[in-house]
């Protein structure tokens, strides 16, 4: 049974969404019966591509600094529309760092003035910028702070940030932060990177597996909610964000100390602090991702969840900026008629893009979800509306 945060069923059966997943079901079952054109239920939003950190891990290194940010006008009237039509909440997060964005902050107040749930993904190499919108966050909500490192020695290597910024002046501003508003998490993300890996740029990536346990109670000591652990994710020939786990007596000897490391971390659970481990790390480590690699041919999630950047409209973040999963420009959400018009181009795009072959090399979280919608389309039954667990991102 997966953790509420990577239950995609359980979120997408809770009552308020339990319409929309049978609206979209009816259409992947019938094609006559078209699609309402609703929005998703939970956005990526990228309001830049510009970044104050040189990371040589970056899965978006190669769209970094590469334009304009998102245009404020475009977003807020996209937020705008995509709450009418069922949005419930956004994640500011990839492509460039968020609070860069000149009005990173009034985009902040505008998803909180519409009801959304608001989440924030950071390098927290600004903490100024958090600390204000920090106090607009409500129940709900969280901050994931990207720092990869229990020394500061390790951060500053793998992170390589532009304005001098210490690993502990970034935790340290997550205490004062709490004690502004407490009723936000925050979240202090690993991802976990090993030996033989190489980035972007062909430079050997910096290795941080002895450093789990570190940073796990270096995260508790700072008053983090919890430390989630990811993989490193790199991008294969085709454009998918892919683990290159490594092959033979390596990837034992990997598997054991990421095991001895996750031991030692998970000794620092309490009842205000969690040790999280994604999916796809566990199931990597444990030499059983298949499954998660074996996807049906429609990926129904596209209707769900999808990423908004400023050089358009994406189905997933495995493919952000990549034409063969783009919906649309930037503003294919900026009004009424635009998002009809999004919501028939996802449904025809879901039907011909084809997913078994397209990610059949991506450890995908969302694997399970899809699977079940695809159960509901073949039998015909209507979604059994499950608990309300308030959680709707996606």
Not at 310 to 336: F, M, N, Q, S
């Amino acid at each position: 049974m997966p953790r509420i945060e990577h239950d995609f069923v359980a979120k997408l059966r809770q009552p308020h969404i339990a319409d929309h997943v049978d609206d979209v079901v009816a259409a992947l079952a019938n094609d006559d019966a078209g699609f309402p054109g609703g929005a998703p239920i939970s956005i990526n939003l990228d309001l830049t591509t510009a970044c104050n950190y040189r990371c040589d891990h970056c899965i978006d290194y190669e769209i970094l600094n590469s334009g304009p940010g998102y245009d404020q006008g475009v977003v807020l009237s996209s937020l705008v529309s995509m709450t009418l039509a069922g949005l419930r909440s956004v994640i500011l997060i990839g492509g460039g760092e968020p609070t860069v964005h000149p009005h990173f902050a009034n985009v902040v107040e505008a998803i909180k003035m519409l009801g959304l749930q608001c989440a924030i993904v950071s390098n927290g190499g600004r903490p100024e910028k958090l600390r204000r919108v920090a106090t607009l966050l409500t129940g709900g909500d969280w901050v994931r702070l990207s720092l990869d490192a229990g020394t500061d020695e390790t951060f500053q290597a793998m992170h390589q940030p532009v304005r001098p910024v210490r690993l502990e002046e970034i935790c340290e501003s997550v205490r004062e932060a709490k004690k502004d508003n407490p009723a936000a998490r925050w979240g202090f993300s690993f991802i976990v990177s090993w030996s033989g890996l190489s980035g972007p740029n062909e430079r050997p990536l910096e290795t941080n597996v002895h450093e789990i346990a570190a940073a796990a109670a270096l995260a508790k000591d700072s008053g983090f909610d919890y430390i989630s652990f990811k993989p490193m994710l790199q991008r294969d020939a085709e454009g998918a964000e892919t683990i290159a786990w490594p092959p033979g007596v390596d990837g034992e000897r990997l598997r054991a100390e990421l095991t001895h490391q996750l031991e030692k971390a998970g000794a620092l659970r309490a009842s205000t602090f969690q040790v999280l481990e994604s999916l796809n790390l566990d199931a990597a480590a444990k030499g059983a991702d298949s499954h998660l690699r074996d996807q049906p041919s429609r990926c129904a999630m596209h209707f769900f969840r999808q990423v908004l950047t400023p050089t358009g409209v994406y189905g997933c973040a495995a493919y952000r900026g990549d034409p063969k999963d783009r919906l649309g420009e930037a503003d294919a959400y900026a009004g009424v008629r635009p998002t009809l018009a999004t919501g028939a181009r996802t449904h025809a795009h879901v039907e011909a893009f084809d997913a078994a072959h397209e990610c059949r090399n991506i450890t995908c979280i969302y694997n399970s979800a899809n699977r079940w919608v695809d159960s509901l389309r073949e039998t015909g039954e209507a979604t059994a509306a499950g608990a309300q667990i308030g959680d709707y991102y996606l």
